[in-house]
């Protein structure tokens, strides 16, 4: 089971781990259920995670704008095990967690207690 919190602006925030060679960094990502990708990874996370060009995908944003993204594959650390994931960059600060990430889980996020359960 993962448990994460809820922030005071109401995102869901859970921990993965990025690795790089031998290397975990632990950074929290938003659960983002409109996101039906793997991994948004912010720009500023880039030198944590070793990872190689996949693919060219077009992905809708949220203003309607289609847009050709790289997708890259990477290694995370999630649910206390390893998984290759597709991934694009994104300029934001944030990092978004995506619905392909969850297919397998139950994703409850109690907003009253601010808690996350992924089970």
Do not use: Q
């Amino acid at each position: 089971m993962i448990e994460g919190k809820v922030t005071e602006a109401l995102d869901p925030i859970v921990e993965i781990g990025l690795k790089a060679g031998e290397i975990i960094s632990t950074i929290e990502a938003i659960v983002d259920t409109g996101f039906s990708g793997y991994l948004c990874l912010s720009e500023r996370w880039v030198d944590k995670l070793d990872m190689t060009f996949s693919f060219v995908e077009r992905y809708e944003m949220a203003n309607g704008e289609i847009v050709p993204k790289d997708v890259f594959r990477g290694a995370i650390l999630f649910n206390d095990g390893e998984r290759e994931v597709d991934l694009i960059l994104t300029a934001s600060e944030d990092t978004l967690i995506g619905a392909s990430l969850f297919k397998d889980y139950k994703v409850v996020v109690d907003y009253p207690k601010c808690l996350v359960h992924i089970e």
